[in-house]
């Protein structure tokens, strides 16, 4: 079942990883090399089964495929998930014998921070391999990378409202924001600032009186966000919220947010939003900031060079926009299609990736 999942979608490579000492159950998915090493995040979730841990690792992991390669990175789609709960089951043995894991594959994958990790746990993989970004700002790298990811999605948010109302400002205009993390919580800081009326949920109640404390914004329940009258629906959270139940629900004329699949299932959701009229404004693309801004720390890390690029989202989704229309396909599509002709025409002229100097043969 695994070998034909693989084979379907390209997959290079998948690691199991286990440590008896630490506890460490991990999975690490390289989706496709051919723009160069695989980078993408690791995320540590309570997950119920090992199936629904490995399902995860590979959606994910080709996503970073599509949302690098779409962002004009050299860069493969990778990712990793342990099997754990991050608020109790973390250790420095744990993220160290992860990092001996990484730094097994030579180079094909560089791992960095997700869900339920943080700079801190990149430290200790860091003790391990040099093949880890997001780090701290003391080894010379950029630190949380979620005030980057703010900025990325701020900036697609505003070409989502050039494209929906005429005008990319965003003053006065209503955005309901599903989860209050780091990332929506800077999200929602550039927002108030340029005058935006903001609508905020978590199942964290902290983090909702944060939000209603520094922003005024109201605060709804968790359920009751898609029922909220908005001009653009921020989802920030877990992904598979776009779905069978809660699109007809969403009374919004935009999505635009930084969680990542946020369609449960890309055809039949990507098409009922737009069927509502609604328009969707792809999550990688939208949510690429992070990467953008990690990604530039493998060429000694400029923070204005990285913010520049990182601005360019709000050209990127445009494009995205132009596609759709021109072809007569949803946003969702319009992006796959345009990250994916840019892997195709790659594939022409670079094999996958193999650091040669690394290799037995360089060594003989």
Same mark, same amino acid.
């Given at each position: 079942?695994?070998?034909?999942?693989?084979?379907?979608?390209?997959?290079?490579? *998948?690691?199991?990883?286990?440590?008896?000492?630490?506890?460490?159950?991990?999975?690490?998915?390289?989706?496709?090399? +051919? %723009?160069?090493?695989?980078?993408?995040?690791?995320?540590?979730?309570?997950?119920?089964? @090992?199936?629904?841990?490995?399902?995860?690792?590979?959606?994910?992991?080709?996503?970073?495929?599509?949302?690098? !390669?779409?962002?004009?990175?050299?860069?493969?789609?990778?990712? +990793?998930?342990?099997?754990?709960?991050?608020?109790?089951?973390?250790?420095?043995?744990?993220?160290?014998?992860?990092?001996?894991?990484?730094?097994?594959?030579?180079? $094909?994958?560089?791992?960095?921070?997700?869900?339920?990790?943080?700079?801190?746990?990149?430290?200790?993989?860091?003790?391990?391999?040099?093949?880890?970004?997001?780090?701290?700002?003391?080894?010379? /790298?950029?630190? &949380?990378?979620?005030?980057?990811?703010?900025?990325?999605?701020? /900036?697609?948010?505003? #070409?989502?409202?050039?494209?929906?109302?005429?005008?990319?400002?965003?003053?006065?205009?209503?955005?309901? *924001?599903?989860?209050?993390?780091?990332?929506?919580? !800077?999200?929602?800081?550039?927002?108030?600032?340029?005058?935006?009326?903001?609508?905020?949920?978590?199942? &964290?109640?902290?983090?909702?009186?944060?939000?209603?404390? !520094?922003?005024? !914004?109201?605060?709804?329940?968790?359920?009751?966000?898609?029922?909220?009258?908005?001009?653009?629906?921020?989802?920030?959270?877990?992904?598979?919220?776009? &779905?069978?139940?809660?699109?007809?629900?969403? =009374?919004?004329?935009?999505?635009?947010?930084?969680?990542?699949?946020?369609?449960?299932?890309?055809? =039949?959701?990507? @098409?009922?939003?737009?069927?509502?009229?609604?328009?969707?404004?792809?999550?990688?693309?939208?949510?690429?900031?992070?990467?953008? &801004?990690?990604?530039?720390?493998?060429?000694?890390?400029?923070?204005?060079?990285?913010?520049?690029?990182?601005?360019?989202?709000?050209?990127?989704?445009?494009?995205?926009?132009?596609?759709?229309?021109?072809?007569?396909?949803?946003?969702?599509?319009?992006?796959? #299609?345009?990250?994916?002709? #840019?892997?195709?025409?790659?594939?022409?002229?670079?094999?996958?990736?193999? $650091?040669?100097?690394?290799?037995? %043969? /360089?060594?003989?």
């Amino acid at each position: 079942m695994l070998f034909e999942r693989m084979e379907k979608y390209d997959y290079e490579q *998948v690691v199991f990883c286990h440590d008896k000492v630490s506890g460490l159950k991990a999975i690490i998915a390289i989706h496709d090399t +051919t %723009l160069g090493p695989a980078l993408g995040g690791c995320r540590m979730w309570p997950y119920e089964t @090992e199936e629904e841990a490995l399902e995860d690792v590979l959606r994910l992991a080709r996503g970073m495929t599509h949302k690098n !390669a779409a962002a004009g990175l050299n860069l493969g789609g990778g990712k +990793t998930v342990i099997i754990g709960d991050p608020r109790k089951d973390k250790s420095e043995a744990m993220f160290r014998a992860l990092g001996r894991y990484v730094e097994s594959l030579n180079g $094909r994958y560089i791992i960095a921070e997700d869900v339920g990790t943080t700079v801190s746990d990149m430290d200790m993989i860091h003790e391990e391999t040099d093949y880890v970004t997001g780090i701290s700002e003391s080894y010379g /790298s950029s630190g &949380n990378p979620s005030p980057m990811t703010a900025l990325g999605v701020y /900036s697609a948010m505003k #070409r989502t409202a050039l494209e929906a109302f005429g005008t990319d400002s965003l003053d006065g205009k209503t955005i309901s *924001v599903q989860g209050v993390g780091n990332v929506a919580y !800077a999200l929602c800081e550039l927002l108030h600032n340029e005058g935006s009326k903001l609508v905020v949920t978590d199942i &964290n109640q902290e983090a909702v009186n944060r939000a209603v404390e !520094a922003f005024g !914004a109201k605060a709804v329940a968790p359920d009751e966000v898609y029922d909220a009258e908005a001009d653009i629906f921020a989802p920030c959270a877990l992904g598979g919220i776009l &779905n069978d139940t809660t699109i007809p629900r969403l =009374r919004v004329a935009a999505i635009c947010g930084s969680a990542n699949n946020q369609l449960l299932q890309t055809d =039949r959701h990507g @098409e009922m939003v737009a069927d509502r009229g609604i328009l969707y404004a792809p999550d990688y693309i939208v949510n690429a900031g992070g990467v953008i &801004n990690v990604a530039d720390e493998l060429s000694s890390y400029n923070e204005d060079r990285a913010q520049h690029k990182i601005k360019e989202i709000y050209g990127q989704i445009g494009k995205v926009f132009e596609i759709a229309k021109a072809e007569g396909m949803t946003p969702a599509h319009a992006a796959n #299609r345009m990250a994916e002709n #840019r892997i195709q025409s790659m594939r022409h002229v670079k094999s996958s990736f193999l $650091r040669t100097e690394n290799s037995l %043969l /360089s060594r003989r």
